[in-house]
């Protein structure tokens, strides 16, 4: 009974392809969020969803969209992929809004070629 | 805004002894939480232990403890017992009621020599 779970786990593409990353929990949380690790393990936040509804961008480029279709959903669509692009991206959800544990799937490794 | 500073990249402990793990921060919340997250070479990222900063006790999971210094802002994990299963990535991190997000520390890979 995984959790958070996230789709693929691994992807690689070549440069200026379209990909999506999907992510499902079945923890019953309201809030979900996107977090970006890149090669140096620095773990930055991207967005954060509470109630399908996007509460924070971090300055991403516009060419990463997030949808929610539901609150168990939160998917990562990126446009023209870059070189830069390249990272593992994790998704986490957490019980609500505010100061509460998040738990994480399993991570997706994109690599950009 | 909210920083975490873990200044050491690696440490390295014998299997069976003791090992902290060293973190500070600096919010201008009141509000606010801090985690230890363990990621592991599978790179599943595992909550470890988590400490309400309203809190005076500090928390304990376990084999795993935390030395919660709110005036210093310091907030280090000391992992007893260490065991071969405890060699990962530990990042600290912080978090506030205000805006739900996580701010990460760079990570510290631990090592644990048979």
């Known amino acids: 009974d995984t959790a958070v779970s996230q789709t693929p786990k691994y992807l690689v593409t070549q440069m200026g392809n379209d990909k999506s990353i999907k992510c499902e929990q079945n923890l019953g949380h309201d809030t979900m969020y996107w977090y970006k690790q890149d090669s140096k393990k620095f773990l930055k936040i991207m967005f954060s969803y509470n109630n399908k509804e996007l509460i924070i961008n971090e300055t991403v480029p516009n060419r990463f969209s997030p949808k929610s279709p539901d609150k168990a959903h939160l998917n990562l669509h990126i446009n023209s992929l870059e070189l830069g692009d390249s990272a593992v991206y994790f998704c986490?959800?957490?019980?609500?809004?505010?100061?509460?544990?998040?738990?994480f799937g399993p991570g997706t490794r994109l690599t950009v070629t | 805004a909210q920083t975490v500073t873990q200044s050491q990249p690696e440490m390295s402990v014998q299997e069976a002894e003791t090992v902290t793990l060293s973190c500070t921060y600096d919010t201008s919340e009141s509000d606010y939480y801090l985690f230890w997250y363990k990621q592991p070479p599978s790179r599943q990222m595992i909550l470890v232990i988590r400490q309400e900063a309203y809190k005076q006790q500090n928390a304990t999971e376990n084999r795993f403890s935390v030395n919660f210094q709110k005036a210093a802002k310091s907030f280090s994990l000391k992992i007893s017992d260490s065991q071969l299963g405890d060699a990962a990535m530990y990042f600290c991190?912080?978090?506030?009621?205000?805006?739900?997000?996580?701010?990460f520390g760079k990570g510290i890979t631990l090592s644990v020599r048979p």
């Open positions: 991190a912080s978090g506030t009621g205000a805006n739900s997000k996580l701010t």
């Open positions: 986490a959800s957490s019980q609500d809004w505010g100061a509460y544990e998040q738990y």
